[in-house]
């Protein structure tokens, strides 16, 4: 069976999820995209046949020739394509953030509470990474004890000219804060973040930052993000238990030993590090979406993500502890994290 696919925002990621789409999740078509750059839109079209382009993104959700969505166009845009392909009753994928305030986000939970069912996934793709799954494995079985502290680190090589100001919050820590409430099956209740001496190549963006999340559980989350570190793109990860960790290996095919030294390779950005947890992401979708379901993270882990950066952002400015303050969550999510140990709140 085939999914027919439209694509809003056929930008950096946009194109990725489409060359994706067709060529290696099975059951996926791309049939319509639209970007609010048209030129942009139709150069994307030409590269494949039979494909509609639309100028604006809510006429593509409504085409008939579209069973699925894909919004991967600019965060603040978001909300109002999600909003509409529930509407529509179509399954939709949302890139992160969700949306970019809190009220949005309730109104696409309270959107699909009131369709009766889920139709969003949020793409937090870490959660298909095998080495986070290989991780949530281990706190699963019970081998190193409760999970007691998630250590994160999320450093970028560099980032582009439009990235600024609270974006190692809002578009980098985003993906650490989501992992983490996989990890620990927990909710976060308060944050802390503090900024360090600046990286000199940081210009007004706050690079470092340190970040501290208090989770339901009394856990900690503790997140390093530095988004100009000029060696490449390094993820670490380890959970300390309260009788043994589990990290996140390194992943170099090969150690070279040589003139006194070894090295590995570091990953040169996220599209190579995350690969298998893209195609992973997009599986599920597809699969889902040709069952008129969706599966993976879901529209209340968009909210909790977006209310907690937004707390994050409170935090940087305040220098104080900011506590992190989530609506009641509809039965709709019990599946979440922090749902299945303690219930739906
Ligand atoms: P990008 O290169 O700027 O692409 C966004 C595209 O959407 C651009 O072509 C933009 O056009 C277009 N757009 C803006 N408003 C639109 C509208 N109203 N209707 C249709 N198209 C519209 O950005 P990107 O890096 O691809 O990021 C896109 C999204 O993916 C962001 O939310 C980002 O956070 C997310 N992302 C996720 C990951 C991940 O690891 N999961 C990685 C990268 C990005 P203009 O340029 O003309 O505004």
Redesign the pocket.
Known sequence: MTVNVGV?????????HIRRLMTTVPGAKVVAV????EA??REAASFLSGIQVYA??EDLILAREVEAVI????????A??VLAAIKAGKPVFC???LATTEADCSAILDAEAAFGRRLVQV???RRFDPQYLAMKETIRSGAIGAPLIFQSGHRNASV?A?YTGDMALT?TA??DIDIGRFLLDDEPVAITVRAPRRNSRAGDVADPLMTLIDMRSGALVSIETSVHIAYGYDIRGEVIGESGTVSLADRSEVVVRTNGAFMGRVPPD?RER?APA?DGEFRAFIAAAGEGRVAGPSAWDGYVATVTTLAGVKALKTGKRETIKLRHRPALYVSSPGASARGVD
């Not at 919004?71 to 978001?78: C, D, K, L, Y």
Request: net charge negative; aromatic share 14%.
């Open positions: 809003i925002g056929v930008g950096m990621i946009g194109q990725e639209s970007d609010v750059d942009r839109a604006l993104g919004v991967a166009s600019w965060g603040p845009t978001h109002a394509f890139e992160k953030p793409g937090f793709m582009p439009h578009d985003v993906h996220w995350f893209f």
